[in-house]
C-alpha cells in the first residue's frame, strides 16, 4: 500500500505542474505599456525600469572620464571586430537562403503547434485616430479598421480563441482634429506541457536535421 501512495503522489504532483497554464499579459493605456507574465502566484515583470532622478553628482569631472573611458573601451572592441571579419572575408560563408530553410525546417512545425496550444483569454483594442483636418481623419480611421481586421483575422486563425473570451476591437474617429490614443488590454495563456512539446519538437527536427546534413 505504501509503495502505491509514494508512487501515485509524485505522479499527482508532475500531472499538476505538466497542467498549470502560463499567463501572459499586455495592457496599454495613457501611453505606457506594462507586459507581465504570471505562472501561479509568481509575477515576472517585462517593462522597463524608470529613469531615476538626475543628482548633482552625474555632472561631476569624474563620472564624465568613467562615461568617456566607456566609450573608447566599445570603439576599441568594435575595431578588433571589423579587423577579424576582414581577416576571415575571404572563407567561404553560409548562404543566407540556405539558413533560412534551415530555420523552416526546424521551427515551422513548433511553431504551428505553439499557435495550436495557445488561447487567448482576453482581448480588447480600442483606436481613437485624429488628423490634421476630417479629410485625413477619415484616411486614418479606415486604415486602422482595416488593419484591426488583419490582426483579429490573424489571431483567430493562428492560435484559440476561448470561448468566455472578452473579445472587443473598436475604432472611433475624432474629426474634430483631435490627438491619437490607444488602449489595449490582451491576455493568452499556454499550458507547461504545451511548451515542453514544442520545444521536444523543435529539439527532434534539429536532430534530423543535423542528421540529415551528415548523410548528404
Known amino acids: 500500500m505504501w509503495w502505491l501512495i509514494t508512487i501515485a503522489v509524485p505522479a499527482v504532483l508532475v500531472v499538476l505542474i505538466l497542467t498549470v497554464r502560463i499567463r501572459f499579459f499586455v495592457k496599454f493605456k495613457d ?50 571586430s571589423t579587423a577579424s571579419v576582414k581577416k576571415h572575408a575571404g572563407k567561404k560563408q553560409r548562404s543566407p537562403l540556405k539558413l533560412i530553410n534551415a530555420l523552416k525546417e526546424i521551427l515551422w512545425q513548433p511553431v504551428k503547434a505553439f499557435g495550436k496550444y495557445l488561447r487567448i483569454d482576453r482581448f480588447e483594442i480600442y483606436v481613437r485616430t485624429g488628423g490634421e483636418d476630417a479629410a485625413k481623419a477619415a484616411l486614418n480611421y479606415g486604415y486602422t479598421v482595416q488593419a484591426l ?19 472587443s476591437a473598436e ?33 527532434i527536427n534539429y536532430i534530423k536535421f543535423k542528421f540529415s546534413k551528415k548523410t548528404q
Open 149 to 167: 481586421q488583419y490582426l483579429v483575422t490573424f489571431l483567430e486563425s493562428f492560435s484559440t480563441l476561448r470561448r468566455t473570451v472578452r473579445k
Open 31 to 80: 501611453k505606457q505599456l506594462c507586459a507581465f507574465l504570471r505562472i501561479l502566484f509568481v509575477k515576472i515583470v517585462f517593462t522597463g525600469k524608470k529613469r531615476g532622478k538626475i543628482k548633482k553628482s552625474d555632472f561631476k569631472i569624474r563620472k564624465f572620464r568613467r562615461r568617456r573611458d566607456k566609450v573608447l573601451k566599445k570603439y576599441r572592441i568594435k575595431k578588433k
Open 171 to 203: 475604432v472611433q474617429p475624432d474629426f474634430a482634429g483631435g490627438n491619437w490614443n490607444a488602449e489595449a488590454d490582451l491576455a493568452v495563456s499556454i499550458a507547461v506541457w504545451q511548451v515542453l512539446s514544442v520545444a521536444l519538437k523543435a529539439l
